[in-house]
């Protein structure tokens, strides 16, 4: 039993450097450039424990976007009692920006465009989880204001897809051409004026 | 009888329909070029060859793989200025960016925008200047002709007055959503069959942002008089 779990723990550990490594090398080398050995090697581990934990390049990137898109933020979490509708769509909007900016979601996607003819399933994967089904989380975020009387009823799915095309437009459009962009000084402005236009869509009386 | 004026005139009006027709050929086999090789691997004498045209005649058209870029950027994207060059006076705002995110989606999937910008996406690191002359031929000078729309409007009492400049990247950014983010990350994008229906309600809730509701809608022109 002992033995056991502390097997799983080396190995679980082993997984997390390799991840560690292989996302670093993604964003340094591109994708195809990316060697497997290179990856074993700065996981230290040997390419035959690389391949156990994953099978293919493909599978290792996908494991990269996946730790990026879905480990890092917790859109319901971030609610706090008390919140305004103003005080949660602020709180929503920096998370999703700090998944781009701070966890190279940015950087990954650029990526994932560029190997579109060569890896079109990888893409349409990336698509999934980056943009799909974080629209999903950002949903239920909506919906819950609704019940909480913060919106108005309304068509939330549409409203995420409104939301998240406003963010992308400001910040994450201009960084998928040009690899240096950071966030503007005057970011919190801009994501201010999108909300504004979102309340005055589906605010409620003492929304703010 | 022609004078020797008239002759060189017809002459020359010759000559320029051919370099006209040459360069319509350059760009056609250089845009085929970059989306089947990417941008990198796209050379100049192909292109040339593709074109039927020599490499001297490209080069002298084109003097650069970027110049040649930028003008199938530029082509594509003038294009969308056309869409408006009927009197706007006889249109009401929904039916004036209906038209503007009509012609947007069938620039960038018909025209194939997106896939070039996909090409250029991948250049980034290796051609950090051809994005950004990219992105500022053709997302900045799109956002400067739709202000000038939304101005207009403002002008016209369509629109209440606000910041114009902000205003109409919400709507782009409501529109690439639909129209170009599921692009990029596929390589064939068939417009879906709900493409209509999202552009209408992201003009919709456009005009809800800032329209004064004055103009946004008027009766269906075929049950005027019944």
Same mark, same amino acid.
């Given at each position: 039993?002992?033995?056991?779990?502390?097997?799983?723990?080396?190995?679980?550990?082993?997984?997390?450097?390799?991840?560690?490594?292989?996302?670093?090398?993604?964003?340094?080398?591109?994708?195809?450039?990316?060697?497997?050995?290179?990856?074993?090697?700065?996981?230290?581990?040997?390419?035959?424990?690389?391949?156990?934990?994953?099978?293919?390049?493909?599978?290792?990137?996908?494991?990269?976007?996946?730790?990026?898109?879905?480990?890092?933020?917790?859109?319901?979490?971030?609610?706090?009692?008390?919140?305004?509708?103003?005080?949660?769509?602020?709180?929503?909007?920096?998370?999703?920006?700090?998944?781009?900016?701070?966890?190279?979601?940015?950087?990954?996607?650029?990526?994932?465009?560029?190997?579109?003819?060569?890896?079109?399933?990888?893409?349409?994967?990336?698509?999934?989880?980056?943009?799909?089904?974080?629209?999903?989380?950002?949903?239920?975020?909506?919906?819950?204001?609704?019940?909480?009387?913060?919106?108005?009823?309304?068509?939330?799915?549409?409203?995420?897809?409104?939301?998240?095309?406003?963010?992308?437009?400001?910040?994450?459009?201009?960084?998928?051409?040009?690899?240096?962009?950071?966030?503007?000084?005057?970011?919190?402005?801009?994501?201010?004026?999108?909300?504004?236009?979102?309340?005055?869509?589906?605010?409620?009386?003492?929304?703010? | 009888?022609?004078?020797?004026?008239?002759?060189?005139?017809?002459?020359?009006?010759?000559?320029?329909?051919?370099?006209?027709?040459?360069?319509? !050929?350059?760009?056609? +086999?250089?845009?085929?070029?970059?989306? *089947?090789?990417?941008? @990198?691997? =796209?050379?100049?004498?192909?292109? %040339?060859?593709?074109?039927?045209?020599?490499?001297?005649?490209?080069?002298?058209?084109?003097?650069?793989?970027?110049?040649?870029?930028?003008?199938?950027?530029?082509?594509?994207?003038?294009?969308?200025?056309?869409?408006?060059?009927?009197?706007?006076?006889?249109?009401?705002?929904?039916?004036?960016?209906?038209?503007?995110?009509?012609?947007?989606?069938?620039?960038?999937?018909?025209?194939?925008?997106?896939?070039?910008?996909?090409?250029?996406?991948?250049?980034?690191?290796? !051609?950090?200047?051809? +994005?950004?002359?990219?992105?500022?031929? *053709?997302?900045?000078? @799109?956002? =400067?002709?739709?202000?000038?729309? %939304?101005?207009?409007?403002?002008?016209?009492?369509?629109?209440?007055?606000?910041?114009?400049?902000?205003?109409?990247?919400?709507?782009?950014?409501?529109?690439?959503?639909?129209?170009?983010?599921?692009?990029?990350?596929?390589?064939?994008?068939?417009?879906?069959?709900?493409?209509?229906?999202?552009?209408?309600?992201?003009?919709?809730?456009?005009?809800?942002?800032?329209?004064?509701?004055?103009?946004?809608?008027?009766?269906?022109?075929?049950?005027?008089?019944?």
């Amino acid at each position: 039993m002992g033995i056991e779990s502390h097997r799983r723990k080396i190995s679980n550990e082993k997984q997390a450097a390799i991840i560690r490594a292989a996302q670093s090398i993604f964003l340094t080398q591109g994708y195809t450039r990316a060697g497997m050995a290179d990856i074993a090697r700065d996981a230290d581990v040997s390419t035959a424990t690389l391949y156990k934990h994953f099978s293919s390049k493909e599978e290792l990137f996908a494991a990269v976007v996946k730790q990026v898109a879905s480990g890092t933020v917790d859109y319901v979490a971030m609610v706090s009692k008390g919140d305004t509708a103003r005080d949660i769509l602020y709180k929503i909007a920096r998370g999703y920006l700090s998944t781009q900016f701070d966890n190279h979601a940015n950087a990954l996607m650029r990526i994932v465009i560029a190997e579109v003819p060569g890896a079109p399933k990888l893409a349409s994967e990336m698509y999934d989880l980056l943009i799909t089904r974080r629209h999903e989380k950002l949903r239920m975020v909506l919906d819950e204001m609704v019940r909480n009387n913060l919106l108005k009823p309304h068509d939330t799915e549409f409203g995420v897809r409104i939301g998240s095309g406003a963010l992308k437009e400001l910040f994450v459009w201009p960084a998928l051409f040009d690899a240096s962009y950071t966030l503007p000084p005057d970011t919190d402005e801009k994501i201010h004026y999108c909300i504004d236009a979102y309340l005055t869509l589906f605010g409620t009386e003492g929304t703010d | 009888m022609q004078s020797g004026d008239e002759v060189n005139l017809g002459l020359s009006t010759y000559r320029r329909s051919v370099s006209e027709a040459k360069r319509k !050929a350059i760009l056609k +086999a250089a845009r085929d070029n970059f989306l *089947g090789n990417g941008y @990198s691997r =796209a050379a100049m004498a192909d292109i %040339a060859r593709d074109a039927d045209v020599s490499t001297a005649t490209l080069y002298k058209h084109f003097s650069s793989k970027e110049s040649l870029f930028a003008a199938i950027v530029e082509t594509t994207y003038s294009r969308i200025g056309v869409v408006l060059s009927s009197d706007m006076d006889d249109l009401t705002a929904r039916e004036i960016f209906l038209a503007l995110a009509d012609a947007y989606s069938t620039q960038q999937i018909e025209g194939r925008i997106n896939n070039l910008f996909r090409v250029v996406i991948a250049e980034v690191p290796t !051609a950090p200047q051809l +994005a950004k002359s990219v992105y500022e031929d *053709g997302t900045l000078r @799109s956002y =400067a002709y739709l202000q000038k729309v %939304a101005d207009a409007l403002v002008a016209r009492g369509d629109f209440k007055p606000h910041n114009t400049a902000d205003g109409v990247r919400h709507l782009g950014g409501m529109l690439k959503e639909f129209i170009v983010w599921p692009a990029l990350f596929s390589q064939e994008f068939p417009k879906p069959d709900d493409m209509k229906k999202n552009l209408e309600a992201c003009v919709d809730t456009y005009l809800k942002m800032y329209g004064t509701g004055m103009n946004a809608k008027r009766p269906e022109r075929d049950t005027i008089g019944n």
